[in-house]
């Protein structure tokens, strides 16, 4: 099977390449050729830029299927698929929970949830914000479905977990338990937390392509139900330490933004997985996931995260 992956060197796209090279697929990557340009160094790379709309080096060659990992605006997915024509068989697209309505769904909801309303207007992709991003993601959902009809495949993953994670979400947890101590939680500790491991999510996207099946998938993990303060206590079991989680309430406006899997709309942390586990999802235990991401981390040698509560913040929390 000879695959194209548009955006496939950095952290989900990385995996997908992965594993497909694992199931003995011809990959070919598009990007700007900035991001893990020591990756992969035998496969084909085509160099162009999305947020310039430079989509040229699309225009020759014909493929089996894309996997479009780095589709964010409708116009960026129009694009890269006018320059695709029709030398391209499935066109899977990586979507997100965020299509879908915030409120009114109820625990263990499936693809066919509400999606919230299209937006188009958003230009950069630097101006996504929390009230765009989901729907500029509709779009390109829409847009992939109306070209290409039942070659169209949609992966929906909630939050993506794993070794070379960009966004420090769960790495913030597997840092903070491997230190010990009390925790501070500005949560439920019974909050439901959904995550699913990188290379689970690469071996779905790879079957759906083996199998040339279509229509959306919830990508969701781990597969046994969890809260989060079962997450930070397996990942303090995982690194040998143990805690104390203990539940804080920061000031107002004192609770820095997008804290690491808190989430105050539980039933989105809750969808069903039914569908992809019938279709091919893997199902890696959490403690293997977190063994992971701490090993990785510590190799690169924990560098400052980004998210979460700093040593300072949370001491401060604690006190209090």
């Not at 040339?212 to 969701?220: I, L, P």
Request: proline share 8%; glycine share 10%.
């Amino acid at each position: 099977m000879r695959i194209l992956v548009l955006g496939g060197t950095s952290f989900v796209g990385r995996a997908i390449v992965e594993d497909a090279l694992r199931t003995g697929a011809e990959v070919t990557l598009f990007g700007r050729g900035r991001t893990g340009t020591d990756l992969f160094p035998d496969l084909p790379r085509l160099v162009g830029d999305r947020d310039t709309g430079d989509h040229a080096a699309l225009r020759d060659g014909s493929w089996d299927a894309v996997v479009d990992v780095s589709g964010y605006l409708p116009q960026q997915v129009g694009q890269a698929m006018d320059a695709l024509g029709e030398r391209v068989g499935r066109y899977l697209f990586v979507s997100s929970h965020a299509v879908y309505q915030r409120t009114g769904v109820a625990p263990g909801s499936d693809e066919s949830t509400p999606r919230r309303a299209p937006v188009r207007h958003v230009r950069h992709t630097a101006d996504l914000d929390d009230d765009t991003y989901g729907p500029a993601k509709v779009a390109c959902e829409d847009d992939v479905l109306a070209r290409h009809g039942s070659r169209a495949t949609i992966v929906r993953p909630g939050k993506v977990a794993g070794p070379h994670d960009p966004s420090d979400m769960f790495t913030y947890w597997v840092r903070r338990a491997a230190r010990g101590g009390r925790v501070a939680l500005p949560a439920d500790p019974e909050q439901p937390v959904q995550i699913i491991d990188s290379r689970d999510l690469a071996r779905l996207v790879v079957q759906l392509l083996v199998d040339d099946r279509g229509g959306a998938f919830h990508a969701v993990g781990p597969a046994e139900p969890t809260t989060l303060g079962d997450l930070i206590e397996t990942c303090a079991r995982v690194a040998g330490s143990r805690v104390e989680i203990v539940p804080v309430s920061p000031p107002p406006g004192q609770l820095p933004p997008l804290f690491p899997l808190v989430r105050t709309n539980w039933p989105s942390q809750q969808r069903s997985s039914a569908r992809a586990r019938a279709a091919g999802l893997p199902a890696t235990l959490l403690e293997v996931t977190a063994a992971d991401v701490l090993a990785w981390d510590r190799a690169r040698g924990e560098p400052p995260l980004t998210r979460g509560f700093t040593p300072q913040q949370e001491q401060a929390l604690l006190t209090r």
